[in-house]
């Protein structure tokens, strides 16, 4: 089944500065690929989400890529505020089971 | 507000019992998802249930079960509870038909703590 991995663990960055998070997944008919943003004691909520036939998507100061070549799809985001401190998960979806998630990256932002 | 309404928010219990928990999902929304969330575990998926039929099974544990009922609620049943079982259970809704997911409602969780 689908297998996705995701990276830094952990992200701390200065207030204004870009922040990178990425994910690999190992399903190559994984077509959908969403990130979900949990603040602390809350829901996980969708912020993006990107389809395969799509290999860049921008929403304001969020940017998600997809390499479908090398099954990687990352999350960027530019001019960081201390709001966007929280647990971010990578996602994918091959249509065969239920959204397989990452173990989330936790980013602070420093003001 | 998701639309996604979970309850118990919070349950404590002891070592073997049983507990239920119970999700009611968005009007219309006729897939129901449960995921487990333990600590640096991220989110684990369980079950989904499509208008009333299991649908898909994750690594659920043989003494979980789910079911859905005709008005579309769900309910995760609990059984002979250990210690690792404490954690945060997620239930969550989608219009979509398939398993292809989309966009997945997620409620606030029903967090299990047993002793």
């Known amino acids: 089944g689908e297998n996705v991995e995701q990276h830094p663990s952990t992200l701390s960055v200065q207030e204004g500065d870009s922040a990178v998070i990425k994910c690999t997944y190992s399903d190559s008919a994984s077509n959908y690929f969403p990130w979900y943003k949990q603040e602390l004691g809350k829901r996980p909520q969708l912020i993006i989400d990107?389809?395969?036939?799509?290999g860049e998507k921008k929403d304001q100061r969020i940017a998600v890529t997809l390499n479908k070549t090398a099954k990687h799809f990352s999350l960027h985001i530019t001019e960081t505020q201390p709001e966007d401190s929280a647990v971010y998960f990578c996602a994918a979806d091959s249509g065969n089971t239920p959204l397989v998630f990452g173990k989330g990256t936790r980013l602070s932002v420093i003001a | 507000d998701s639309g996604v309404t979970q309850t118990p928010k919070h349950l404590i219990t002891a070592t073997g019992q049983r507990v239920t928990l119970r999700c009611s999902p968005r009007?219309?929304?006729?897939?129901v998802y449960w995921y487990q969330q333990s600590l640096d575990q991220g989110l684990q998926f369980l079950i989904q249930?499509?208008?009333?039929?299991?649908?898909a099974k994750g690594n659920i544990l043989e003494r979980f079960s789910a079911q859905q009922f005709p008005d579309l609620h769900s309910e995760l049943n609990l059984s002979s509870l250990e210690l690792g079982d404490s954690a945060l259970y997620f239930c969550?809704?989608?219009?979509?038909?398939?398993?292809?997911?989309?966009?997945?409602?997620f409620g606030e969780g029903s967090r299990l703590t047993v002793l």
């Open positions: 009007s219309g929304d006729l897939s």
């Open positions: 249930y499509y208008n009333g039929e299991e649908r």
């Open positions: 969550a809704s989608s219009p979509r038909a398939g398993i292809n997911t989309g966009e997945l409602f």
């Open positions: 990107i389809r395969s036939n799509v």
